[in-house]
């Protein structure tokens, strides 16, 4: 009898359906000689916010960035509303760069340092990936473009340049360049952590609301208060398939920033 | 004095059809070693070994070469080899490979320093390639080198004087010839200077604009 491992098995379509948006499957990360992700696991509802806390280094924006092949793990699987990510079908041959572009469009990323980009005003940073990535036409997009300026509070904004933005305003503005390409799953890496304390408030509350929208979001964060309605999900990754019990987890999240390194995904509602 | 003067002035058509020939050949060579600068950048700029050598070894060669040098070479070598270009054709040849080496360098140091971030922003949302180039990478790295652009703007209206040694009718040509046949050498090459002077004055004026505009998304 053959032995087909698990771990290259094609995905069939018809188990498309019954998929979540975002499945993650024993990936592993290496920087040189630091492990940097061992065998992470996560699995993401459509609809569903996944939190994943931790201290800084434990490689929480490293698994982000493997999402959308900004980095490339080293083993395991990832597959968006059940495609493989990085891996053709059938031949599982390297995906080209031309169609690494494709899967990355349909995946909202929102970065810590904003990104913007600052050749184009507010209105321009929307519509520009739609437009020359998506191709959909020009009116349609700006008018949907238009309406999330006003949804995060910055219509009068539409016509400035980032440079004049305070940092809030650009996170909200890079949420909404995000939104604009209508993904199946949206990524935040640390989205509050480079503000001033008093500008966080309106980051998040544009977050909160995306949540009870039913936006799919994966949020990688410090910020304690989003993530308090969530539901311990999964511990440390050194022993990331033995599920914490909640008492255990709640200690080590008291405990988490004295770690050296853990991360743990919260998931809420 | 006033005596050469008057003779340039009364041949101000000369030394005016002069002028708009180096207009003409300045803006042509701009244009097209600017477009020509991007895939030579892009090679600078590639991982493949042998296409960033390749590039590195035009750019090199270009810098090390003085420019008359090179307009001989268009000019008078080339034939040898089959290729005849009329002295138009090899003036504007020699200016648009001299400076797009030039400017490719330009490029690819203002690329060097864009922030990685950038760049990888526009990757997360979906572009690649040639599109990544022409939308995310180009135009902040226009806006950051304009001043060194318009820079080499004014080195290729001065570049073109030297044209006039294979007799391209531009404006130092001109002012030769009216020197050499009434005799009127101060008057003649001073007068060229005032319109290059203009010239360059112009293009400074016109980045400056640009300049401002630029500031605005820093």
Same mark, same amino acid.
């Given at each position: 009898?053959?032995?087909?491992?698990?771990?290259?098995?094609?995905?069939?379509?018809?188990?498309?359906?019954?998929?979540?948006?975002?499945?993650?499957?024993?990936?592993?990360?290496?920087?040189?000689?630091?492990?940097?992700?061992?065998?992470?696991?996560?699995?993401?509802?459509?609809?569903?916010?996944?939190?994943?806390?931790?201290?800084?280094?434990?490689?929480?924006?490293?698994?982000?960035?493997?999402?959308?092949?900004?980095?490339?793990?080293?083993?395991?699987?990832?597959?968006?509303?059940?495609?493989?990510?990085?891996?053709?079908?059938?031949?599982?041959?390297?995906?080209?760069?031309?169609?690494?572009?494709?899967?990355?469009?349909? =995946?909202?990323?929102?970065?810590?340092?904003?990104?913007?980009?600052?050749?184009?005003?507010?209105?321009?940073?929307?519509?520009?990936?739609?437009?020359? =990535?998506?191709?959909?036409?020009?009116?349609?997009?700006?008018?949907?473009?238009?309406?999330?300026?006003?949804? /995060?509070?910055?219509?009068?904004?539409?016509?400035?340049?980032?440079?004049?933005?305070?940092?809030?305003?650009?996170?909200?503005?890079?949420?909404?360049?995000?939104? %604009?390409?209508?993904?199946? +799953?949206?990524?935040?890496?640390?989205?509050?952590?480079?503000?001033?304390?008093?500008?966080?408030?309106?980051?998040?509350? +544009?977050?909160?609301?995306?949540?009870?929208?039913?936006?799919?979001?994966?949020?990688?964060?410090?910020?304690?208060?989003?993530?308090?309605?969530?539901?311990?999900?999964?511990?440390?990754?050194?022993?990331?398939?033995?599920?914490?019990?909640?008492?255990?987890?709640?200690?080590?999240?008291?405990?988490?920033? @004295?770690?050296?390194? %853990?991360?743990?995904?919260?998931?809420?509602? | 004095?006033?005596?050469?003067?008057? /003779?340039?002035?009364?041949?101000?058509?000369?030394?005016?059809?002069?002028?708009?020939?180096?207009?003409?050949? @300045?803006?042509?060579?701009?244009?097209?070693?600017?477009?020509?600068?991007?895939?030579?950048?892009?090679?600078?700029?590639?991982?493949?070994?042998?296409?960033?050598?390749?590039?590195?070894?035009? =750019?090199?060669?270009?810098?090390?070469?003085?420019?008359?040098?090179?307009?001989?070479?268009?000019?008078?070598?080339?034939?040898?080899? %089959?290729?005849?270009?009329?002295?138009?054709?090899?003036?504007?040849?020699?200016? +648009?490979?001299?400076?797009?080496?030039?400017?490719?360098?330009?490029?690819?140091?203002?690329?060097?320093?864009?922030?990685?971030?950038?760049?990888? %922003?526009?990757?997360?949302?979906?572009?690649?390639?040639?599109?990544?180039?022409?939308?995310?990478?180009?135009?902040?790295?226009?806006?950051?080198?304009?001043?060194?652009?318009?820079?080499?703007?004014?080195?290729?209206?001065?570049? @073109?004087?030297?044209?006039?040694?294979?007799?391209?009718?531009?404006?130092?040509?001109?002012?030769?010839?009216?020197?050499?046949?009434?005799?009127?050498?101060?008057?003649?090459?001073?007068?060229?200077?005032?319109?290059?002077?203009?010239?360059?004055?112009?293009?400074?004026?016109?980045?400056?604009?640009?300049?401002?505009?630029?500031?605005?998304?820093?």
């Amino acid at each position: 009898m053959p032995v087909e491992p698990a771990v290259t098995r094609p995905r069939l379509p018809a188990e498309a359906a019954e998929r979540p948006v975002l499945e993650i499957d024993g990936i592993w990360k290496k920087f040189g000689e630091h492990d940097v992700l061992t065998d992470v696991s996560l699995s993401v509802q459509r609809g569903q916010t996944v939190c994943i806390l931790g201290p800084s280094g434990s490689g929480k924006s490293t698994l982000l960035r493997c999402v959308n092949w900004l980095e490339r793990p080293d083993h395991g699987h990832i597959y968006l509303s059940g495609q493989r990510i990085g891996f053709r079908p059938v031949t599982d041959l390297p995906m080209s760069q031309a169609e690494l572009a494709q899967i990355r469009a349909r =995946v909202g990323m929102v970065f810590q340092h904003f990104n913007l980009w600052p050749h184009l005003t507010v209105l321009g940073n929307l519509i520009e990936a739609p437009i020359y =990535v998506q191709r959909r036409p020009r009116d349609e997009v700006v008018a949907e473009a238009e309406a999330l300026l006003d949804k /995060i509070d910055l219509r009068e904004k539409r016509d400035v340049y980032p440079a004049r933005l305070s940092g809030g305003q650009k996170q909200r503005v890079a949420i909404a360049r995000a939104l %604009a390409m209508r993904p199946s +799953v949206l990524l935040f890496d640390e989205a509050t952590s480079a503000l001033d304390p008093e500008l966080v408030g309106e980051v998040l509350a +544009v977050m909160e609301e995306l949540a009870q929208d039913g936006m799919t979001m994966v949020v990688v964060t410090h910020e304690m208060g989003f993530a308090r309605d969530a539901v311990i999900e999964v511990a440390p990754p050194d022993k990331f398939f033995e599920t914490p019990k909640t008492e255990r987890a709640r200690q080590f999240l008291q405990r988490y920033a @004295s770690a050296p390194r %853990a991360g743990l995904a919260r998931r809420r509602g | 004095m006033m005596h050469e003067f008057a /003779i340039v002035w009364a041949h101000k058509d000369r030394l005016l059809v002069g002028f708009g020939n180096t207009v003409v050949l @300045s803006l042509l060579a701009t244009a097209a070693a600017l477009t020509l600068a991007s895939p030579i950048a892009i090679a600078l700029m590639s991982h493949r070994r042998p296409v960033r050598a390749l590039a590195r070894g035009l =750019v090199d060669g270009m810098r090390c070469i003085p420019f008359l040098l090179l307009a001989y070479i268009v000019y008078y070598a080339l034939p040898t080899l %089959a290729i005849r270009l009329d002295n138009w054709t090899a003036g504007l040849c020699a200016l +648009v490979i001299y400076n797009a080496a030039y400017m490719a360098e330009i490029l690819r140091g203002a690329w060097a320093s864009l922030p990685r971030e950038h760049v990888e %922003a526009g990757l997360a949302f979906g572009f690649s390639g040639l599109k990544l180039y022409r939308r995310i990478i180009l135009p902040p790295i226009v806006l950051a080198c304009m001043p060194v652009l318009g820079n080499q703007m004014i080195q290729i209206i001065k570049d @073109s004087a030297f044209l006039t040694i294979i007799a391209v009718p531009e404006l130092t040509h001109e002012a030769s010839a009216i020197q050499s046949t009434y005799y009127v050498p101060f008057a003649a090459f001073i007068s060229a200077v005032l319109l290059y002077w203009v010239l360059c004055r112009l293009v400074e004026i016109s980045v400056g604009a640009v300049e401002r505009r630029a500031r605005a998304r820093r």
